[in-house]
Structure formats: C-alpha cells, structure tokens
C-alpha cells in the first residue's frame, strides 16, 4: 500500500471527525482495521516476517501442532464423538489451521470415524484469499446465494473448509474453538479518571496541525463510562472490548448447549492493566493514531473481562502463561524429537531458535496467556461416573 492509499482513510476520517465530531476509540480502531476498503486487515494484514508483526504459529510449526493435539485430547477426553466441527477466529494466513490439519491427518487412525470439518471466521477477503491457497492450494468456491459460508473447499487432507464473517453464521453442533491473537484485534473503548468522575478517550482532529488526528477526552459522561465501568473499579485508566465480550458470551452460550471447548490465546491481562493500545508496523512500534490503516493496532486482552462474559454458562481455565500452557503439551519432548531427526546445523539452529521466541519469558513464554472454555460437566465428576481427566496444557497432557 504506498502512500496514496494511506492518506485515502486519514481523510476520511478527517472530514467525518470535522462534520459530525469526535469518535470513541472503538470506532477509530474499526475503521483503522476493517473498513471494508482500507483498513489494515482488509488491504495489507502484514503478519509474519515480512509483514508487520510475527505470530507463535508463524514462527514455528511445533505450536500449532500442540493445539491440534490439544483439542484432540479434549475430543477423547468428552468419549471421542462422532463428529466435530473446528472453528478458527481469524485465522490470519492460515498457518495454525494447516498445522492443526496436519496433525489430524498424522493421527487417522485415532481420528477414522470421527466425521471433521473447519470453519473459519474471517472478515478480511484478502486474508480468506491467503488462507484459501494455504490450506486449499486455491481450489475454493465462491457462495453468492444466501448460504450461511460465503466461501468453501476441501483441505489437501480431504477436510471440507467454509468461510464466514461472524461467528453467529456458523453452524451449531459439537465444536472447537480457536482464537489466537483475535481478541486483541477488535476494538476497545478507552476511559479516564478525572475529578469529575470517569470520561472517555476520544480521537479528534487536531485543529492546529492539518491532517493530524489526537487524543480529547469527552466533556461528560457518555454510554461507554455508564455502561462499562464497574463500581468497583480501581484503575484511572480503563480499556473494555465490548466487542469480545458479545463474541465469548456465544462461544459460551454454544459450548453449554452443543458441547466441546474453546482455546483462547492471547497477550493480556487478568484485569489490572491500565494504557495498552498500540500500533505495530514494520515490526516496530507505530504512533495508534498516524497513517491509520497502516499499521496493525491492538491491545491486550483483559481475560477477567472474558471470564465474566460467560456469565458462568461454562467453566473458565487460565488465563496462564505460554511458556507453561506449551511445556504441559510437551513442547520439550516434541523439541527433543525434531533436533534427533534434524541433520544439518542451520535447522537445528532454527528449532532452538524458535523454541526460545515461544517460551522465554521475556520473549512469548510469559506475556501470552492461554484461557479456556469448557462445559461444566467436564470438569465436575458426577458421583457414578469414572473419574475425569485432567484438562491437557493447563494440566500435564497424559496421552502420550
Ligand atoms: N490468528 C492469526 C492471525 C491474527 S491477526 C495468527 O495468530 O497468526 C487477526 C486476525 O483476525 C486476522 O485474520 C484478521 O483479519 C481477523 N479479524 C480481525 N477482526 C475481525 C473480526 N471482527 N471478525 C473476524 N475476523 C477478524
């Protein structure tokens, strides 16, 4: 995108800011990610390394193979249904998917009656495009009629694949849910504390320097610091995603009435963090409110929000860090596996390499979190029944 494309949505912006006024963060965030023509993941969504920032799946195949071996020890744990649907939330290039995939295709034999199919939840068409030739090799077909998936394939190991932009259009059914790195994606409203009591962070024009934008906070209290600030509240600076919120309290509502489970993996916090909006480009650290579409914006994901939202319709796990949630799959056998296999010293280089970004606590290991949902049944035992397993990552995995 060069720079003509880039000012297209600052102007836009600007004239909708200088007619109507100010805008939450929230609706800034939106516009800057997915306004249908020149948000960030609808044009560029630059992830992995030549992109805008790097993600676990995108720095090694071993994380995404852990998942995968994640959600079939929940699938055998819950007496191996016959069928399950796997439903990734932004799924970015598509690479989680492909390692999970090629972990059910090594695993047939456990995995031969059980009828699999995915189904991805994705809003931006130019990464759908990217995740279509990486799981399909480009053999997709477009769905025009009013069908629920607006896209479809078959994965080079024979899995049928749909594409939808909500989750809402997703079949129901015994599923398992991914979200990793999504959350952080969608839009927070941001709050301040001031004598006068609690107002929210606004995005203005600057009206001292042409086609800049800054940060007001607004002049009373608005619907946001009505609604979304507890009584409670300790911190003088608060980020809520109302938008997460909405979308775990379905994951809840399906996994209490169909079954099965979800995985949430995310940077975060369990309620205590305070100003963590940002903007990343180029790999480097972006000022949120230049060039807006630019740059990938996020901020962490606040997991006691998300546990609330379930309104307690499933049981939560987590949130714990990476680097425990991966050593409980056992990323140390799995590692100790590809080094023996691997002959030249540039792949072994490359494994400890990656092994290091995903676990070491001041890389991946300690800020990204992993937050489970499961159905109440799976975890309290019923008096006649035999004695549950333990839930894999947040416990040691036993099938070994
Ligand atoms: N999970 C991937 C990608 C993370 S980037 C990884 O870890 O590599 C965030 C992803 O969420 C992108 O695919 C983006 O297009 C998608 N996304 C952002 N907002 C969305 C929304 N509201 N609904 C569906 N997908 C969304």
């Known amino acids: ?105 090594q695993l047939t034999s456990v995995l031969s009656k059980c009828d699999v199919s995915v189904h991805l939840v994705e809003v931006s068409p130019k990464l759908s495009e990217i995740q279509a030739r990486m799981l399909t090799g480009g053999k997709v077909q477009p769905n025009t009629e009013d069908k629920s998936a607006y896209m479809e394939g078959v994965s080079k190991t024979g899995i049928p694949i749909f594409w939808y932009r909500d989750i809402q259009d997703v079949p129901p059914g015994y599923s398992f849910y991914l979200a990793h790195e999504f959350f952080d994606a969608l839009p927070i409203h941001k709050f301040q504390r001031t004598e006068k009591g609690w107002r929210e962070v606004l995005v203005d024009i600057d009206p001292e320097v042409p086609d800049q934008l800054r940060f007001v906070l607004s002049p009373s209290s608005t619907p946001g610091t009505e609604n979304f600030i507890q009584p409670e509240e300790a911190r003088d600076h608060v980020e809520v995603c109302p938008e997460a919120g909405v979308i775990v309290q379905r994951l809840a509502c399906r996994i209490e009435k169909d079954g099965g489970a979800a995985l949430v993996a995310d940077y975060g916090h369990d309620g205590t963090k305070t100003d963590t909006f940002r903007g990343f480009r180029n790999h480097k650290l972006h000022d949120v409110l230049s060039a807006p579409g630019t740059a990938d914006l996020t901020a962490d994901v606040d997991f006691s929000y998300l546990r609330k939202m379930t309104q307690e319709r499933t049981t939560t796990l987590g949130p714990i860090k990476q680097r425990e949630f991966l050593k409980n799959m056992g990323i140390d056998l799995r590692l100790q596996v590809l080094l023996q296999n691997s002959r030249d010293t540039a792949t072994r280089e490359q494994l400890l390499h990656s092994y290091d970004m995903l676990m070491n606590p001041e890389k991946m290991g300690d800020c990204f979190n992993f937050f489970a949902l499961l159905p109440h049944h799976r975890l309290v035992q019923p008096e006649s029944k035999s004695p549950l397993l333990p839930v894999a990552g947040f416990n040691e995995l036993l099938l070994k």
């Open 1 to 105: 995108s060069g720079a003509g494309a880039e000012a297209v949505l600052l102007r836009h912006l600007w004239r909708k800011l200088r007619a109507s006024g100010p805008v939450t963060v929230a609706e800034y965030m939106r516009e800057a990610l997915t306004n249908p023509a020149q948000g960030y993941y609808t044009r560029r969504g630059g992830i992995g390394e030549s992109g805008d920032f790097i993600t676990s799946p995108e720095i090694s195949q071993v994380f995404g193979e852990l998942i995968g071996i994640w959600f079939i020890s929940e699938w055998m744990a819950t007496g191996k249904p016959s069928s399950f649907q796997l439903v990734e939330l932004g799924p970015g290039r598509g690479t989680l998917t492909e390692d999970i995939l090629r972990v059910f295709n």
